[in-house]
Every structure is written in C-alpha cells, then in structure tokens.
C-alpha cells in the first residue's frame, strides 16, 4: 500500500478504520448521554488526540516521527441528590429512598406509616 500524507482524512484509515468507528461511538455515546440527562447542563467531549515523536537519526536530525491516535471521551459523572442518613450506634447508616424524601430521613414513606400503624416493624410487610 502506498504511503500517505497524513490528514483527518487518512487518520479514518488507520488501524483498518478502527480509530475512527471509536471516536463516532464516543460521539454516539455522549449525544445518547445528552437525551438521558438534558438537565445536566455541564459538557460532554470526545477527543481524538494525535501525538507525533521525532526519531532522531545519528547526526541529530529528523526525518521520520513515530505517531499514536488516541480517542477518549468525558461524560459528567452521575450525581444523585445529597441524602441525608441516620446513623445507628451499630456502624448502620440508614437512608429513605423513596422519591422527594431523600434529604428527609425520619419521614416515613406511605408503606412503612401503613406497617407502623399496624404494630409492625418499618420495610418489613404484614407479620407472617
């Protein structure tokens, strides 16, 4: 195969078109991230990164580098609400996950005020 000078153009030819199937399920990924989460508002990015290396000959010259394409991407890393926690004198950190009483850790949710009305134990259901 001959060579080719090197541009955006051949880079999609490298590595039997690999580098460049990686950079568009990068992009695929963060375009997929962006319809999942339009309220995250902070930036997603994909990078095709080309490092060139010069090889120096014995007189110190330069007449060939050595060349590696890299693609990586950065998504916002998911982030939940803060929660608040009861911690328990045993090392039990004890959180309510029912939506909207996150930062309420003594709020019952409808199905443990039901079993605590009933004499039962909280997540526990009916006494069997």
């Known amino acids: 195969?001959?060579?080719?000078?090197?541009?955006?153009?051949?880079?999609n030819e490298m590595e039997d078109g690999r580098i460049a199937?990686?950079?568009?399920?990068?992009l695929s990924a963060l375009a997929k991230d962006c319809y999942s989460r339009p309220g995250d508002k902070?930036?997603?990015q994909v990078t095709l990164k080309v490092t060139i290396k010069p090889i120096m000959d014995r007189d110190g010259r330069c007449d060939s580098v050595k060349?590696?394409?890299?693609v990586s991407s950065k998504m916002p890393d998911l982030r939940s609400p803060e929660y608040v926690g009861m911690l328990k004198p045993s090392g039990v950190i004890q959180i309510q996950t029912t939506k909207g009483l996150h930062a309420?850790?003594?709020?019952?949710?409808?199905?443990?005020?039901a079993a605590r009305r009933k004499g039962d134990p909280p997540n526990s259901g009916p006494a069997r």
């Open 1 to 11: 195969m001959p060579q080719k000078e090197l541009s955006v153009a051949t880079i």
């Open 21 to 26: 199937a990686e950079f568009n399920r990068e």
């Open 42 to 44: 902070r930036p997603r």
């Open 67 to 70: 060349l590696t394409a890299d």
């Open 104 to 113: 309420e850790p003594n709020q019952l949710s409808l199905e443990d005020e």
